[in-house]
Nanobody, 123 residues
Framework: QVQLVESGGGLVQPGGSLRLSCAAS????????MAWYRQYPGNQRDLVAS???????IYADAVKGRFTISRDNAKKTVFLQMNSLKPEDTAVYYC?????????????????WGQGTQVTVSS
């Protein structure tokens, strides 16, 4: 299993910026796709952005041009730079990873989730 620790959430005014970070640890042989999701109360988690190991990224239409996902492969960390924040960006943001692990001598692919970090955009 991959352990994911998120940071960077908080309260910001409309138009402001925040940067989320998610650091992965564990018996990771290869880190594949890393992604950010967000969840509104009572709703399912929706993809915000994802990035592959070679740097290819995709974004939800609602955040295109405002959010940027990036990763540091050496540190097994993914970032989400959020600019021009809007009240509708208020949600709990979750980091997700797909990784190849070495578990008791065997290779396994797992999908893991962070604990979530609250982002609130309000004046």
């Amino acid at each position: 299993q991959v352990q994911l620790v998120e940071s960077g959430g908080g309260l910001v005014q409309p138009g402001g910026s925040l940067r989320l970070s998610c650091a992965a640890s564990g018996s990771i042989i290869r880190m594949d796709t890393m992604a950010w999701y967000r969840q509104y109360p009572g709703n399912q988690r929706d993809l915000v952005a994802s990035i592959t190991s070679d740097g290819s990224s995709i974004y939800a239409d609602a955040v295109k041009g405002r959010f940027t996902i990036s990763r540091d492969n050496a540190k097994k960390t993914v970032f989400l730079q959020m600019n021009s924040l809007k009240p509708e960006d208020t949600a709990v943001y979750y980091c997700s990873t797909i990784a190849l692990l070495l578990v008791r001598g065997a290779l396994r692919t797992t999908e893991d989730w962070g604990q979530g970090t609250q982002v609130t955009v309000s004046s």
